[in-house]
Every structure is written in C-alpha cells, then in structure tokens.
C-alpha cells in the first residue's frame, strides 16, 4: 500500500462536515421500485450506517460518488484505485461529503485489512470487473458493479455463480432498470395501460460526436512497469480503454449496453438472432468497431419484434440517445433525458383520456416555433428560424401526425441515485434486487453477440443457453 | 449593409484613435466529451449568434495574472492545486484543473501590484457543457475584500451567493471561456467566486487571464 499522507490540516471543521452530512441524510428516502427478481442473502433489517468502499475513482466512479452523496446512512470506509492521481481524487470527494477512507492502490490489501465492509462499489474498467467482483463476494461483502458487468461472457457467468455460492448480492450498473421513469413505463404503461398495443418494432440510438483521445498530465503519468502490473500496455491504453479489446467490449458495450438491456427488459425475452454491420472506420490508434448499426429478432408473446440499434461515434445525429418502442397503438421514445421522451398515441387507436385520469400519460404542452430541437448548449443554425416558422404542407398520402403525450414521471435526483438506492435498500431490508448478476448477464450475452456478428458478416443466432450460467 | 460597414469603420477608426485594439487571446482546443448532462438554469443566456466580440482594450494591454500567486477559500482543493489557474495552460484534460469543495468558494489572484485592468477570461471546466452557478467576480487593492471592491460581472440572479443581485447571465462553459470587459478599474487582487455546477456541485478553475496595464 502507499497511503496518501494525512495531512492534519486536512482536518478542517468538524462543524462544516457535519452540517454537509446532515443535510445530505435530510429529505432523502429511498425509492420504491417495481417488481424485480430477488438473489442472493440480504441481512434483514441493517439499522446501522452501512460500511461502504468503492474500487476504481476514475470519471465513472466520481459520478457514482455524487450520486451517492445524497444517500443517507453509508459511511465510505475506504477507496481504491492504482492511479494516484484517481486515488487522490475519490479521497478528496469522500472527505468533502464528511469520510475519512483509507486510501488502497491494490484492492486486494484493501479487501484484507478492511475486515469488515458491508458493500464494495467497482467501477473499473470492465476487464477488472470478474476478478475484483468475485474477490469481494468471496470476502462476504455485497457487491453493486458497474456495467459492462465484464469484458468477457465467462467472466459474467462467474460473477453469477459466486454471487450464488455465496449468497451475497450483485448488483449490475444497468442504473435505468431502477429510473422511476422507466419503470412507469415499463409497468404502467406498456403492463397495465397496455398503451403501445403490439409491439412490433424498436428503434434506439446513441450517437456522440467526434472526441479526441483522452491524455494525461506529465505530472501524473505512470510508469510503464507499474501499468504492467495492473494489466496495462502503457499510459494512452490505461487512459482510453474503452476501445481496447483486451480491457473492453467497446462502444456497444460502453453506451450500447445501457439500451439494449431496455430492450430485453420491455419485451421480456432475449432476442434469438442477429445481424450486425459496423467497422473503425474513423479513429485511428484504437481498436474497437467506432460504429454498429445491429438488428435483432424477439419471438414475445404478442408476436415477432424487429429492433434496430445503433452507436455511433463520429456525430451526435438524431437526437442524441434514446429508445423508441413502436406499437400498433401507439409508441414510445423514452431517454435518460426526459427533453428526448414522450409517447405518441396513433391516429386509429382509442383515445387515451381514461389514460390520462389514472395518471398514466398527460397531455403534452403545445410545441411552439421557439422552442425547437436545439440543446441548450447549441448556436442557432443558419435558416433554421425560418425553416420553423415556414408553412407546412402536408402531403395527403401520409399518415396523420401522432398525437404527442408526456409521462407524469420524472427523476429529480442524479440518475445513477435510485439504483444505489436499492442496493443498499437490498442489503439493509432484503428489497429486491432490480438488476441481478443474472440480469447483467442475459445483457452482456446480448450485446457483445453484436461484435461477433460484425465480424461473422452474418445473421447469427442465440442459444438459450447463452444467456445462462 | 454599406450603412453597417461605414458604422463600423468609423467606430474602427474612433477606437483606433484612441489607441485601442481588440484583444486577443489564445482559446484552447474545443473539448466537450461525452454524453451532455441535461441543464435547466432560470437566467441562461440566449445561444450567441456569430462570433463573440472583441473587447477594445489599450495598446500595451498584457496578461497580468501569468505565472502570479492564486489562494482561494479551500484550503484543500478536491484535487488539484490553485497555481494551474495561472500556469497559462487552458487544456480541460485531468489533471489541468483544481476542483473546490461544494458550496460558495473563491479563487484570488494577486497580481502582485496596483494594475488598470481591462479585461478577465475564466475557464472553469469545458470537457463538458455545464453551467456555474453564482459566477461573481470582483476588483479590490484590498486582499480582503473588505474595502474599495468594485465588482465586475455577476449573474447570481438570486443573491444565493449573498453579494446582492447580478444582472449578468449564466452562461455554458465551451473552451472560448467567458470575457469580461472591465473598462480600466485599478487594483492589486481579483476574486472569482461561484457554487457549485449543473453537473456535480463543485467548483472548478483551469486559467484565469487578467489582462491590464502595469
């Protein structure tokens, strides 16, 4: 271990940490979430502060750390990362919200001197996520593991399998799965209300533009025999290893994976085929496919569903991500944004007014020329005003336009927030879990089938068995 | 059009009699990454159309802040450390950057002697289009800021920052940073207050240039 020195004049007022941790413990509570799948052993009713450690304080474990900021009654007890740079970082968070951890560089020196954890966060790069899961349930502490759940379908399965033989929980980072948003619809709508009709097809998206590769200060490089030692080629891989394939699944896997498992949860069912095209056609010095364009195959209950998915890299196009569930009735385009959410009712299908009264779907406001597709941080493009305000003429041969309604459910907390939630709600009380190792598995299968189906250069098919242990 | 050129020429030409000239700086390269976080801010400014304008400062107008001392309100910044706000590199990389605790904070420059200050860039953080809360940046010759402060730009519509009410705009980090024209204001320290981020409730410096005459 190399411990970051305590400097006593870190110390600083007792009176200010203790003012941020009780107004953060103030107006929170905890979410109530829909029907899920229960694993593994929850002690029942935890009344203490959980003992919580996250490994891994690089961007996405300081998301989960702000997230986390507004949960009451866990005390983070100790932080891991091999780069000292990332240590300092989530140890600077950390005392800010009012803890005291115990920097590690090596999980494993964390997970034999901190005896006594009651959940670990991991939040590593994907390749790590087997090993370091599988440690920390072995030492009897439940495990909320970032997503992609592993670089590999093996690594999945025995994350699944440990969790089983230990009876420790694993949660899975698919954090929409636990979105009040989502699971209205899920449940509300799609369940209950029935809204859609059929589901026949789904379109989604994720699309970024252009990014350079990600660098590093001079100050904070690390020196190659240290990157060896924790499974790195050198510093610019360790910096950008979400299109490397030895560490990750890449784009699919990184952004892909998030809606995909949406799909799969919706329709209830794994899809059974595949057809994918996609190539590094842009970026150079990387190794992952930059853009997938994926068809799948559901057979459901109501019948056979197409669904397109796409992630690309080189534009942010279409309106940046979402998922687009279309009906027979009608459909849905739900994100993680809620600018890029809303249902539309089809021209022929009932009206949607008792819908309306059971609080399943409110009118939309009216839509004015002012308020356009523009994102807060976009310039007005030439000719755009007076695109909006020109007369529109509709040619008779189209279909009626849809009718637009927005859900009456929003998220009013970080969106990784709820799914920690139940993490933890999961350990304290026995709720269940809402994405399982056995969900993130089933996702995994699923989208990682997309990188061999790009290479195959043909329609592949799933075996039931993929999606087990 | 003609009309518009004439103007400008003869608004040149006035301004150039007067000897000054626009100011120029080096932007960073643009360097938003990811997917954007969702923003609903009361007092945004309206998306600017064409290119900012040049603010007009007097010849022999340099960046007086390079390389100068910077303190700031936390002692122990999240990460980071108070001097990269004058390193003179603007890169929105990590490890170019000195992240403050929550809440209400400040930096201060000291520029080492009584200066005409004429203008003040500011990046806080633009690998990602976020806004800054309670943006407020004062002048004194008192490194207290207790006396003869004469504040220069606030957009903390709210007085939540306690300074009394802003009529400046927030507004979206992106790498051309934010330029204040301070119009010759005389003094030693500049303070730069805000509170927090749209996106996660910190308070970030990459550079600061105050540009002024010794």
């Given amino acids: 271990m190399n411990p970051i020195p305590e400097d006593p004049k870190r110390e600083f007022s007792l009176s200010r940490r203790d003012f941020i941790r009780t107004s953060m413990a103030a107006g929170t509570g905890l979410l109530m979430t829909g029907p899920a799948i229960l694993h593994g052993q929850a002690s029942s009713s935890v009344t203490r502060d959980l003992k919580v450690a996250i490994i891994g304080t690089g961007s996405q474990g300081r998301v989960l750390l702000e997230a986390c900021a507004g949960i009451p009654n866990i005390q983070f007890v100790a932080v891991c990362d091999m780069w000292d740079y990332s240590l300092r970082y989530g140890q600077g968070i950390l005392r800010k919200r009012g803890f005291k951890p115990n920097p590690y560089e090596d999980y494993q020196e964390m997970l034999s001197k901190e005896s006594d954890l009651d959940a670990v966060i991991i939040a590593t790069p994907d390749f790590m996520h087997a090993e370091q899961t599988n440690a920390c349930l072995r030492a009897g502490i439940n495990v909320y593991c970032e997503k992609m759940m592993s670089n590999s379908i093996d690594g999945a399965r025995s994350m699944v399998q440990t969790a089983r033989e230990t009876g420790k929980l694993l949660q899975v980072g698919h954090q929409r799965r636990s979105n009040p948003r989502y699971l209205h619809a899920k449940h509300r709508m799609l369940g209950d209300a029935k809204l859609l009709g059929r589901i026949t097809h789904i379109n989604g998206q994720w699309n970024r533009a252009v990014g350079e590769d990600l660098g590093w200060p001079n100050r904070h490089e690390i020196k190659p025999d240290r990157l060896a030692r924790f499974g790195y080629e050198n510093m610019h891989q360790f910096r950008n290893w979400r299109w490397f394939k030895q560490y990750s699944g890449g784009p699919i896997s990184d952004l892909g994976a998030h809606q995909i498992d949406i799909y799969n949860w919706f329709l209830g069912t794994p899809p059974k085929s595949i057809m994918a095209s996609g190539g590094l056609d842009y970026y150079k010095d990387r190794d992952w496919y930059d853009n997938a364009m994926v068809v799948y195959e559901y057979d459901t209950a109501q019948g056979p569903v197409r669904a397109f998915y796409q992630v690309l890299t080189t534009t942010s196009a279409g309106g940046g991500y979402f998922e687009y569930f279309m009906g027979t009735e009608g459909s849905l385009r739900i994100s993680e944004n809620p600018a890029y959410t809303a249902a539309f009712r089809e021209a022929n299908a009932p009206e949607w007014e008792s819908h309306v009264r059971e609080g399943i779907v409110r009118m939309s406001a009216p839509k004015t020329a002012a308020a356009p597709t523009l994102k807060p941080w976009e310039k007005p493009r030439p000719g755009q005003a007076a695109a909006n305000a020109a007369p529109t003429v509709v040619d008779v041969r189209e279909t009626a336009a849809l009718s637009e309604w927005e859900l009456p459910v929003q998220l009013d907390k970080a969106i990784h927030q709820p799914h920690l939630e139940n993490f933890f709600d999961a350990i304290r009380n026995g709720t269940p879990l809402n994405s399982p190792g056995e969900v993130g598995l089933e996702t995994l299968a699923t989208v990682l089938k997309v990188n061999e189906a790009i290479a195959a250069e043909k329609k592949l098919r799933f075996d039931p068995m993929d999606f087990r242990i | ?214």
Avoid: C
């Fill in chain 2, 1 to 214: 059009m003609q009309l518009l050129t004439l103007v400008s020429f003869l608004a040149s030409a006035s301004l150039a009699s007067a000897g000054l000239i626009p100011l120029e700086t080096e932007l960073p390269k643009p360097s938003y990454k990811g997917t954007p976080v969702p923003i609903q801010v009361e007092n945004l400014e309206p998306p600017r159309v064409g290119e900012r304008p040049p603010i007009m400062v007097p010849e022999g107008t340099v960046n007086l802040s390079l390389g100068k001392p910077v303190t700031s309100s936390d002692e122990w910044p999240i990460i980071g450390e108070p001097d990269y706000i004058t390193d003179g590199d603007k890169q929105a990389e990590e490890g170019y950057y000195v992240e403050l605790g929550p809440d209400l904070q400040w930096v201060q420059i000291d520029l080492e002697q009584e200066s005409e200050i004429h203008a003040i860039f500011m990046w806080h953080y633009h690998a990602q289009a976020r806004v800054y809360h309670d943006v407020v940046v004062q002048i004194a010759t008192d490194p207290d800021f207790e006396s003869g402060v004469v504040t220069v730009f606030n957009n903390d519509h709210d007085n939540s920052a306690g300074m009394g009410v802003g009529k400046d705009l927030a507004y979206i980090e992106s790498h051309e940073g934010r330029a204040i024209e301070v119009k010759g204001v005389k003094g030693q320290y500049v303070r730069l207050y805000s509170n927090g981020n749209t996106s996660d409730g910190m308070n970030h410096y990459i550079e600061v240039e105050v540009f002024g005459t010794p």
